[in-house]
C-alpha cells in the first residue's frame, strides 16, 4: 500500500552543525509533501512544504530536497540549535481523486542537538 | 492569528466508557481532520471535513468512532465504547482551500487519551 517512510528513526548532531533528515515515499502519484516538526506534548508544526513541479525549495534556516526519481525527499536544517530538537515527520499527498487532501505520515525521526 | 484550539488536554477513563473530544479550527478554515497518533507514530488520518460534509471517513472504526461538524466551524469527536487501544493522542488539523493538496494542514496540541 501507500507508505512514507524515513530511513534513520535517530539523529544526534552538534549545535551549530548542519542536519539532514531523510524520507522515502512510495507513492509515485504523491504531488505535495510536508516537513512537520513535533515537540513533546505538542502537535505537529508545519516546517516547510514542497509541490511535485519543483525539486528544491529553501525557508528560514531549512530546505527541502525532492528527488522525484528515487522518490526521495530530505529536510536540511542549517546551523541546528538545541531548540531543534524533537521529532520530526514527512507527509505526502496526492492532490486528486480519492486521496484529495489525505496526508499519509512516515514513522518520524528523532533528532537530538548537544550544545 | 489563533491556532487550533483543542480540549480536553487530557483524558483518563476506564475500557467501555465513553468520550468526547472538541476541536476549534482556525477561523476561516473549510477543512477539518481528525488524526489518530499512537505513541512512537505518526498521525493516522480518521475523518476530514469539508464544511458540514464529510469528505473521507475510510480510516474511521464506524462501530464505535463518529465525528460531526453541524456547523462547519467546531467539531466534536466521540468513542463509544472506549477499547484499550484507542490510548492515543487525537489532533485535530485545519486547512484553508480544497485541503492538503492546495494549503498545508495546521494542528492543535492534541487531547491525550489513556484508557484503564
Known amino acids: 500500500g501507500e507508505s512514507v517512510g524515513l530511513h534513520l528513526p535517530t539523529l544526534s548532531v552538534q549545535e551549530g552543525d548542519n542536519s539532514i533528515i531523510n524520507c522515502a515515499y512510495s507513492?509515485?502519484?504523491?504531488?505535495?509533501f510536508i516537513w512537520y516538526k513535533q515537540e513533546s506534548g505538542k502537535g505537529p508544526q508545519f516546517i516547510i512544504d514542497i509541490r511535485s513541479n519543483m525539486d528544491k525549495r529553501q525557508g528560514q534556516r531549512v530546505t527541502v530536497l525532492l528527488n522525484k526519481t528515487v522518490k526521495h525527499l530530505s529536510l536540511q536544517i542549517a546551523a541546528t540549535q538545541p531548540g531543534d530538537s524533537a521529532v520530526y515527520f514527512c507527509?505526502?499527498?496526492?492532490?486528486?481523486?480519492?486521496?484529495?487532501?489525505?496526508?499519509?505520515f512516515g514513522q518520524g525521526t528523532i533528532l537530538t542537538v548537544h550544545p | 492569528e489563533a491556532g487550533v484550539a483543542q480540549s480536553p488536554r487530557y483524558k483518563i477513563i476506564e475500557k467501555r466508557q465513553s468520550v468526547a473530544f472538541w476541536c476549534n479550527p482556525i477561523s476561516g478554515h473549510a477543512t477539518l481532520y481528525w488524526y489518530q497518533q499512537i505513541l512512537g507514530q505518526g498521525p493516522k488520518l480518521l475523518i476530514q471535513?469539508?464544511?458540514?460534509?464529510?469528505?473521507?471517513d475510510s480510516q474511521l472504526p464506524k462501530d464505535r468512532f463518529s465525528a460531526e461538524r453541524l456547523k462547519g466551524v467546531d467539531s466534536t469527536l466521540k468513542i463509544q465504547p472506549a477499547k484499550l487501544e484507542d490510548s492515543a493522542v487525537y489532533l485535530c488539523?485545519?486547512?484553508?482551500?480544497?485541503?492538503?493538496?492546495?494549503?498545508?494542514?495546521?494542528f492543535g496540541d492534541g487531547t491525550r487519551l489513556s484508557i484503564l
Open positions: 507513492n509515485s502519484a504523491s504531488d505535495y
Open positions: 488539523a485545519s486547512s484553508s482551500g480544497q485541503g492538503a493538496g492546495n494549503q498545508p494542514q495546521h
Open positions: 471535513f469539508q464544511n458540514n460534509g464529510v469528505v473521507d
Open positions: 507527509a505526502e499527498n496526492r492532490s486528486g481523486g480519492t486521496s484529495y487532501g489525505k496526508l499519509t
